[in-house]
């Protein structure tokens, strides 16, 4: 599932674009939607819907910027929303 999701952050984007965030919505497993019945199940084939959010890598790096210079240092970024969840 991580190798996956990784792929999928990964997308082309246009030029000014970055991911910001990566929401896993749902999978299918083989041709089997939903969780898998049994731990051991295999398949051939992981199918992963998701919801990618981005933002401008310009307004991104002027903000990580301006905190540094505050002498504070950036961690990460998220979406202010799941931020506050």
């Given at each position: 599932m991580?190798?996956?999701?990784?792929?999928?952050?990964?997308?082309?984007?246009?030029?000014?674009?970055?991911?910001?965030q990566?929401?896993?919505?749902?999978?299918v497993?083989?041709?089997?939607?939903?969780?898998?019945?049994s731990g051991?199940?295999?398949?051939?084939?992981?199918?992963l819907?998701v919801h990618?959010?981005?933002?401008?890598a310009?307004?991104h790096?002027a903000?990580?910027?301006a905190?540094?210079?505050?002498?504070l240092v950036?961690?990460?970024t998220?979406?202010?929303?799941?931020?506050?969840w």
């Amino acid at each position: 599932m991580n190798r996956v999701k990784e792929r999928a952050a990964r997308v082309q984007l246009q030029e000014d674009r970055m991911v910001l965030q990566l929401f896993p919505q749902d999978f299918v497993v083989g041709r089997s939607p939903g969780p898998p019945r049994s731990g051991k199940m295999t398949a051939a084939r992981l199918e992963l819907n998701v919801h990618l959010l981005t933002a401008s890598a310009r307004e991104h790096d002027a903000l990580v910027g301006a905190v540094n210079q505050a002498h504070l240092v950036v961690e990460e970024t998220v979406f202010e929303a799941q931020a506050a969840w």
